[in-house]
């Protein structure tokens, strides 16, 4: 049995299709980091040949992404006593098997369900477990032809395993030097390898040990071998730029020696050039110095002939308001003498104002005390016109006996009123004099 091609979906850490192949049928090598899946893969080929597409148990639910609710798909494509087949295979939702044959140029169905499962574990002589997945004895023929992670020394074979490798081998197999042939063989592996399977070391250490010491030894001069072969190569790459680069530089050399000859020539010129232009520098300085101090002149000239013509006409139009300011000194003369007299009678006049005023004040002061006295007097006889009522009721009180709470209140009333009263003809008998501290003048 040869394996072509194998793909895989809804299985485990693959959700989406993945398809491996097409397989060379010498060595393949699948390669990857840890947990890319790829002890998946070879599960997947292992269900896909091995178990029943119906079963259903916890192993079978594993076989799903986890959590996903995904079919797990399985697609087996192989070669088997010189005829290609294919196997799908679709556990847990709507389970399905099928087995074709490549006949003609195309897939050609050949099983379904239950009997293409027994159709192709028969190619291997596996066997159907009771429940679940299959395990190592259920595998046939694979259980010599497959390895295991972990597990490469051989385990017990199953029933009928030994049976079909002997009938495979021959009849030979069956007589007495098989046994002989196969201490040979088991001689030959022991001093290769150990009970566990692995290369031994040490003295007994076979000559493979030796070559594979030797095989890293030269890997790694191989590997420093590769860094000089690669940097040898990227110096070689420098060198070819660098001779391209020294071809362009030699070209571009002779095209800048024909340009600096060219140059040379302009150059001459040039300096010819710059040293007319520095004495006409020169000229052209001198020039401009002398016509600024010209144009200076003519400007001073023109502000000097400008401000005579301003004064000029400054004094023409003084004097033609000469005669109009004369006239106007002459009534502002008359006009400050009439102030002059006002302003003396004014003088009087507010002397003789200030002691009006004076006057004045004092007889608003007076007028306003003696109002202030007459309410005084008058506030005067009302407490007397009181203080008489207020005997006549506490007479009337003594003939009347104890008064009522009404009497109390209105007795407590006018004792009020009373007292104000006394408080406003105590304040009455103050006598106030305003004096002024200087004279005061009012305009």
Same mark, same amino acid.
């Given at each position: 049995?040869?394996?072509?091609?194998?793909?895989?979906?809804?299985?485990?850490?693959?959700?989406?299709?993945?398809?491996?192949?097409?397989?060379?049928?010498?060595?393949?090598?699948?390669?990857?980091?840890?947990?890319?899946?790829?002890?998946?893969?070879?599960?997947?080929?292992?269900?896909?040949?091995?178990?029943?597409?119906?079963?259903?148990?916890?192993?079978?639910?594993?076989?799903?992404?986890d959590?996903?609710?995904?079919?797990?798909?399985?697609?087996?494509?192989?070669?088997?006593?010189?005829?290609?087949?294919?196997?799908?295979?679709?556990?847990?939702?709507s389970?399905?098997?099928?087995?074709?044959?490549?006949?003609?140029?195309?897939?050609?169905?050949?099983?379904?369900?239950?009997?293409?499962?027994?159709?192709?574990?028969?190619m291997?002589?596996?066997?159907?477990?009771?429940?679940?997945?299959?395990?190592?004895?259920?595998?046939?023929?694979?259980?010599?032809?497959?390895?295991p992670?972990?597990?490469?020394?051989?385990?017990?074979?199953?029933?009928?395993?030994?049976?079909?490798?002997?009938?495979?081998?021959?009849?030979?197999?069956?007589?007495?030097?098989?046994?002989a042939?196969?201490?040979?063989?088991?001689?030959?592996?022991?001093?290769?390898?150990?009970?566990?399977?692995?290369?031994?070391?040490?003295?007994? !250490?076979? %000559? @493979?040990? *030796? +070559? &594979?010491?030797? =095989?890293?030894?030269?890997?790694?001069?191989? /590997?420093?071998?590769?860094v000089?072969?690669?940097?040898?190569?990227?110096?070689g790459?420098?060198?070819?730029?660098?001779?391209?680069?020294?071809?362009?530089?030699?070209?571009?050399?002779?095209?800048?020696?024909?340009?600096?000859?060219?140059?040379?020539?302009?150059?001459?010129?040039?300096?010819?050039?710059q040293?007319?232009?520095?004495?006409?520098?020169?000229?052209?300085?001198?020039?401009?110095?002398?016509?600024?101090?010209?144009?200076?002149?003519?400007?001073?000239?023109?502000?000097?002939?400008?401000?005579?013509?301003?004064? !000029?006409? %400054? @004094?023409? *139009? +003084? &004097?033609?308001? =000469?005669?109009r300011?004369?006239?106007?000194? /002459?009534?502002?003369?008359?006009?400050?003498?009439?102030?002059?007299?006002?302003?003396?009678?004014?003088?009087?006049?507010?002397?003789?104002?200030?002691?009006?005023?004076?006057?004045?004040?004092?007889?608003?002061?007076?007028?306003?005390?003696?109002?202030?006295?007459?309410?005084?007097?008058?506030?005067?006889?009302?407490a007397?016109?009181?203080?008489?009522?207020?005997?006549?009721?506490?007479?009337?009180r003594?003939?009347?006996?104890?008064?009522?709470?009404?009497?109390?209140?209105?007795?407590?009333?006018?004792?009020?009123?009373?007292?104000?009263?006394?408080?406003? +003809?105590?304040?009455?008998?103050?006598?106030?004099?305003?004096?002024? /501290?200087?004279?005061?003048?009012?305009?």
């Open positions: 049995m040869i394996l072509r091609r194998l793909g895989v979906e809804g299985w485990r850490c693959f959700a989406d299709r993945l398809e491996l192949g097409p397989l060379d049928e010498r060595i393949n090598v699948v390669h990857g980091p840890n947990g890319s899946g790829k002890s998946t893969l070879v599960w997947a080929m292992i269900r896909g040949l091995m178990d029943n597409h119906a079963s259903h148990s916890e192993a079978t639910e594993s076989l799903r992404p959590g996903r609710r995904l079919t797990p798909r399985v697609t087996i494509e192989l070669e088997h006593n010189g005829d290609q087949f294919c196997v799908a295979k679709q556990f847990l939702d389970p399905t098997s099928t087995l074709h044959r490549f006949e003609g140029g195309r897939w050609v169905p050949m099983a379904e369900s239950r009997a293409a499962d027994e159709h192709v574990r028969a291997l002589d596996g066997s159907l477990p009771a429940q679940g997945l299959s395990q190592e004895k259920h595998w046939g023929l694979a259980q010599v032809l497959w390895a992670q972990g597990k490469l020394p051989l385990s017990a074979l199953a029933s009928g395993v030994a049976g079909a490798i002997r009938a495979s081998l021959g009849a030979q197999i069956m007589s007495p030097a098989a046994d042939i196969e201490s040979k063989i088991n001689d030959a592996y022991s001093a290769v390898f150990t009970d566990t399977g692995r290369l031994r070391t040490g003295k007994k !250490a076979p %000559e @493979i040990t *030796r +070559l &594979e010491e030797q =095989l890293d030894q030269h890997r790694g001069r191989r /590997e420093k071998l590769r000089i072969v690669d940097q040898f190569n990227e110096v790459k420098q060198i070819h730029d660098l001779a391209a680069r020294r071809d362009e530089i030699t070209a571009d050399q002779q095209r800048l020696a024909e340009s600096l000859k060219a140059a040379a020539g302009r150059a001459e010129a040039y300096n010819r050039l040293s007319q232009f520095a004495q006409q520098k020169k000229d052209l300085e001198a020039a401009e110095a002398r016509w600024g101090e010209l144009n200076t002149r003519v400007e001073t000239l023109e502000a000097d002939g400008k401000q005579r013509r301003e004064l !000029a006409e %400054e @004094i023409d *139009r +003084l &004097e033609t308001l =000469l005669p300011r004369t006239a106007d000194l /002459e009534r502002c003369q008359k006009e400050a003498a009439v102030a002059a007299s006002a302003l003396t009678a004014l003088v009087q006049r507010r002397e003789q104002t200030a002691q009006a005023l004076h006057a004045a004040e004092r007889a608003a002061c007076h007028r306003e005390a003696k109002c202030r006295l007459e309410n005084r007097e008058k506030l005067l006889r009302q007397v016109d009181f203080d008489g009522a207020l005997r006549d009721l506490v007479e009337r003594g003939r009347l006996g104890a008064p009522d709470a009404a009497r109390l209140r209105a007795i407590r009333a006018a004792v009020g009123r009373r007292e104000a009263a006394r408080a406003a +003809l105590a304040a009455a008998r103050i006598c106030v004099r305003i004096e002024a /501290e200087s004279d005061l003048d009012v305009e």
